[in-house]
């Protein structure tokens, strides 16, 4: 349920970009630096996305670097560190570990309890000091499991739980502008639920595995039903954004709550549409 909140490179100013994969390669160090090779696993855009928006937002003295890794072993690369991106990797990996409870307690994944039992031991310290959050991602994912074992399609109040979780995650502390990052955290954890769900259809069919869309996928106006209900969560998230007085990295920040985050459903959509066009090819 991750990977959602990216930018759309083509169109990004060349600096702009590279600001961006600073932030990208800051995370992932600071993660390697805190958690080991095992903690790196844990990254991705979402959480990225956070560390660019409260450093926006508060605007903390940063660091930068150079520094090669096993990905980009022969060309040093630039990363951006400061106290957000520690705390946006304390996140990234209380909810990687959440998940891969939620994973195995669902699905008996065995890949799941693995990687958990790998970054059990340096949760505990993130929970200590995290207790909102990691109340709210335990409480939402518990009641997100129980409405899904019911069969409960309400797509309503079950992207509402991981709108919740976000909302906790996106409020390092509670200050002058906790209500407008409380809703673009919530806003946003509901957008992302609700694209997951619509990436997910073909494989949730094939295995029949629970999907709050699956009965909806035969009206005939389903595609536009769901950019309908995208839509409606990506205004308010954008509405609270542009209220919050950040200057440095706008642009970028911009780029993904406005066309990045559409990136995602258009490659759904396109992959969706080649496999109708495939399979009327083959009947006829």
Request: with cysteine; proline share 2%.
């Amino acid at each position: 349920m991750f990977g959602y909140v990216v930018v759309n490179k083509p169109e990004m100013k060349i600096r702009e970009y590279e600001k961006y994969c600073s932030y990208y390669c800051g995370l992932c160090k600071t993660l390697q630096n805190k958690y080991g090779i095992w903690g790196q696993l844990s990254l991705n855009y979402d959480m990225t996305f956070l560390a660019i928006l409260l450093s926006g937002l508060y605007e903390p003295v940063c660091k930068e670097e150079l520094s090669r890794c096993a990905i980009h072993p022969f060309a040093k690369r630039k990363i951006r560190k400061n106290e957000i991106t520690d705390y946006a990797a304390d996140m990234t990996l209380l909810l990687a570990w959440y998940k891969c409870r939620d994973d195995f307690l669902d699905e008996k994944k065995a890949g799941s309890a693995f990687y958990g039992k790998l970054i059990k031991s340096k949760v505990k310290k993130i929970s200590h000091c995290y207790k909102r959050q990691e109340r709210a991602i335990k409480e939402n994912l518990k009641q997100l499991s129980v409405l899904e074992k019911k069969g409960d399609c309400d797509i309503d109040q079950l992207s509402c739980c991981f709108g919740h979780i976000l909302e906790e995650i996106f409020v390092p502390v509670p200050d002058v502008w906790e209500k407008s990052l409380r809703r673009i955290g919530f806003y946003i954890g509901k957008f992302v639920y609700v694209l997951d769900a619509y990436d997910d259809l073909e494989h949730d069919r094939k295995k029949n595995c629970f999907n709050p869309l699956l009965d909806k996928e035969t009206d005939g106006m389903f595609h536009e039903w769901v950019k309908q209900l995208l839509t409606m969560m990506a205004v308010e998230f954008a509405r609270e954004f542009e209220k919050l007085p950040i200057v440095e990295d706008a642009e970028i920040l911009r780029n993904i709550l406005y066309s990045g985050i559409w990136t995602k459903y258009e490659e759904v959509k396109i992959r969706r549409a080649q496999a109708k066009s495939r399979k009327a090819d083959y009947e006829n």
